[in-house]
């Protein structure tokens, strides 16, 4: 992966992952911050997925996008489902 391929993948990681909270229904209470790195290890994921399945050819694809923004998704609801547990006892 070349640098330009690095910078680019962070850019859609933070894409993704605002897409993935959009996409979620509800209100997930996650950070911002936490948001964004699972949009980066989606894109990362997603990015290594699509070269594998060969949908990247010369540039952009939305199959790759799809790909990454499914699985922001599904790690935005894991991190919010298990953020949403913490209970206080009294």
Excluded at 18 to 42: F, H
């Amino acid at each position: 992966m070349t640098v330009s391929g690095i910078i680019s993948a962070i850019i859609v990681g933070l894409v993704v992952g605002a897409l993935a909270r959009l996409v979620l229904p509800g209100k997930q209470n996650i950070s911002i911050v936490l948001t964004i790195l699972i949009g980066l290890v989606a894109a990362f994921i997603g990015g290594f997925i699509g070269n594998a399945i060969g949908t990247n050819g010369d540039g952009f694809s939305f199959i790759t996008l799809i790909i990454q923004v499914i699985l922001a998704v599904i790690g935005v609801s894991i991190v919010a489902g298990t953020q949403g547990r913490k209970s206080v006892r009294r």
